[in-house]
């Protein structure tokens, strides 16, 4: 591994930007391996360094907007050694300016970024699995795997197909069916064991140990988080190369929520953007909220809950990343909220009644906490607000079953669609939204 990794590096001298893994608690550095937690002094989770001095001489906004639509034309920001990474159309996703959503929550300024749409699996897990296996295969891995609650096992398989790497994933047995085959057709070996996503974590963190495998959010967990950044990028690029004023985004870890701050920190760092105050808040559902109940509790550390929501993506009991989240969220003066399941459901229906987008629950929950904190005064309406959707609908469909009502049977002739017309004329559309509040 070492050695693969050691001609890479010689292969490319100039283009290398980072520099080590940097433990985030003691500061501690380790070499460019395969490894997540400081292992010689406090086990704390590790990161990846750059040299920003080398990033600032290299990159530009033309250099960038001159690079592939996709989230490689960030290379130089991302840890990845080549000039050739699994590039599968990744990124780039459309900024949408929400006007009639804006208009029903009282906001001025609104935008979608729409991760629904990500490929090549529609969800933004596209983002950190693009970067975690090209890295995957420069540290010499020819097996990759990972501990999913839906997304991640999709993105992971079907990355895997396409750059020919052999793939086993592991995913709670109760998830959602779109999820599930979503996972199927591309061939891996899929894992679906009896447990919620934390015990299929931990029975991950042993398998990683014996089996030698890439487990991209255990052991290659440095640079598969590195990957969110890009939805940092983006929207900074998108808005015109201006950073937002509030940014909504979900909490399952805590690692997405993170790494869009150090990914507006790092354009400011470098130049490519002004800086400017950013209020960071997250949302998660009521059934799994141990980060949003630290904030509220004025707690600096975690309680673990056992996870029992809809929102199925973003159920994780005892995330990694919460302290880093809370610290975040308090000290750019943002929230962390949490809704419950109708909620959630009312907001997917929201979105995609105002807006076109049909996400899944957990862009239900970040949809209906930017509600709540509008109503609630924790938005103001001058701020320019992006709220992150980072997953599709078509994979949870169960959760809206049976709250979008039924298509109207009729017979292939004018009376029989007249009459129907006529029936679904006097139902009133707003009884449907009243069924679910
Ligand atoms: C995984 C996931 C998230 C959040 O992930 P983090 O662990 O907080 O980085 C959000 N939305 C969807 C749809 C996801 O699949
Ligand atoms: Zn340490």
């Known amino acids: 591994m070492t050695q693969a990794l050691d001609t890479a590096i010689a292969q490319h001298p100039k283009t290398q930007t980072f520099t080590a893994l940097r433990c985030r608690e003691c500061g501690e550095t380790y070499d460019l391996g395969a490894k997540h937690v400081c292992e010689d002094v406090c086990f704390g989770p590790l990161e990846v360094a750059y040299d920003y001095d080398a990033i600032r001489r290299q990159v530009t906004r033309q250099t960038i907007e001159a690079g592939p639509k996709s989230i490689w034309r960030y290379k130089e920001f991302l840890p990845v050694v080549g000039d050739n990474p699994i590039d599968v159309g990744t990124g780039m996703t459309p900024l949408l300016q929400a006007n009639r959503l804006a208009r029903r929550l009282g906001l001025k300024r609104l935008y979608i970024k729409n991760d629904a749409v990500n ?34 096992a999709n993105s992971t398989a079907a990355i895997a197909a396409n750059a020919g790497l052999d793939c086993c994933v592991f995913i709670p047995a109760d998830l959602e069916a779109g999820k599930v085959l979503g996972t199927l057709i591309y061939g891996p070996t ?8 934390d015990q299929v974590n931990r029975l991950c963190s042993e398998v990683a140990n014996t089996q030698g495998w890439g487990f991209v959010n255990i052991n290659l967990r440095p640079y598969y988080s590195e990957g969110s950044k890009t939805l940092g990028y983006e929207v900074a690029e998108q808005l015109g190369w201006q950073l937002p004023d509030h940014i909504v985004a979900p909490l399952a870890s805590g ?36 980060i ?33 989240a809370l610290d975040i969220a308090r000290k750019t003066n ?32 970040t949809i209906a906490v930017l509600k709540k904190l509008v109503e609630s005064g924790k938005i103001d309406p001058e701020e320019t607000t992006v709220a992150y959707i980072t997953g599709n609908g078509l994979k949870t469909q169960e959760a809206v079953q049976s709250y979008v009502g039924e298509p109207l049977h009729i017979e292939p002739k004018l009376d029989s669609f007249e009459r129907a017309l006529e029936r679904s004329r006097t139902l009133d559309r707003l009884d449907w939204q009243q069924v679910i509040v």
Do not use: W
């Open 190 to 197: 899929v894992m679906a064991v009896e447990g919620n996503y």
């Open 255 to 290: 690692s997405l929520y993170t790494k869009i701050y150090k990914g507006f920190q790092e354009f400011i760092k470098v130049g490519l953007v002004d800086d400017k105050p950013v209020r960071f808040s997250g949302a998660q559902a009521e059934g799994c909220s141990p």
């Open 334 to 365: 943002g929230n962390i909220a949490a809704v419950s399941d109708p909620e959630i459901v009312e907001g997917m229906k929201l979105l995609a009644e105002t807006e076109g987008i049909f996400t899944e629950t957990a862009g239900g929950t």
């Open 119 to 152: 490929m090549p699996t529609l969800s933004f897990k596209d983002r950190v699995v693009s970067v975690a296996l090209t890295r995957a295969r420069e540290l010499g891995f020819t097996t990759v795997s990972c501990a999913s609650t839906g997304n991640l």
């Open 292 to 324: 949003a109940q630290a904030f509220h509790e004025g707690r600096d550390f975690i309680n673990p809950v056992k996870p029992s929501t809809i929102a199925k993506s973003i159920a994780i009991g005892n995330p990694a990343d919460g302290i880093y």
